[in-house]
């Protein structure tokens, strides 16, 4: 009877663990070569976005909808953490051509 107890319980917690990194998806958008690597993004709410700046040139993340701008200048290498909380079209601040989008699935 114990060992039947103990198995539900450690069941229980490997559901619990797998649950919570299912809930904490995380994203990697590159930039490389003016372009955001993918584009287009399908992320839940609460979901990580990690941009990485590939390029030499620097860039930046800017929301379209209201032209917030979200991180600071990324410069080669700078990395820049979002937590998904809408739909957003985003675009980079100094190249307007360059744009992206994170679409809610849920
Ligand atoms: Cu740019």
């Known amino acids: 009877m114990k060992y039947i107890l103990l198995i ?3 069941s ?6 797998a649950q919570a990194c299912e809930d904490e998806r995380v994203h ?3 930039i490389k070569n003016f ?3 993918p584009a287009n993004v399908k992320v839940a ?3 990580k976005v990690i941009w990485v700046n590939r390029d030499i040139i620097a860039h930046n ?3 379209r909808e209201n032209d917030n701008v979200l991180s600071k ?3 080669k290498g700078d ?3 979002f937590i998904v909380q809408n739909e957003m079209n985003y675009a980079c601040g100094f190249h307007p051509s360059m744009l992206g989008s994170l679409q809610l699935i849920n």
């Open 28 to 30: 990697f958008i590159e």
């Open 73 to 75: 200048t990324l410069e």
């Open 35 to 37: 372009a955001f690597v």
């Open 8 to 10: 539900i319980v450690v």
């Open 12 to 17: 229980l917690s490997i559901f619990s663990i």
């Open 45 to 47: 709410k609460g979901d």
């Open 61 to 63: 993340i800017v929301n």
């Open 79 to 81: 990395m820049f953490t």
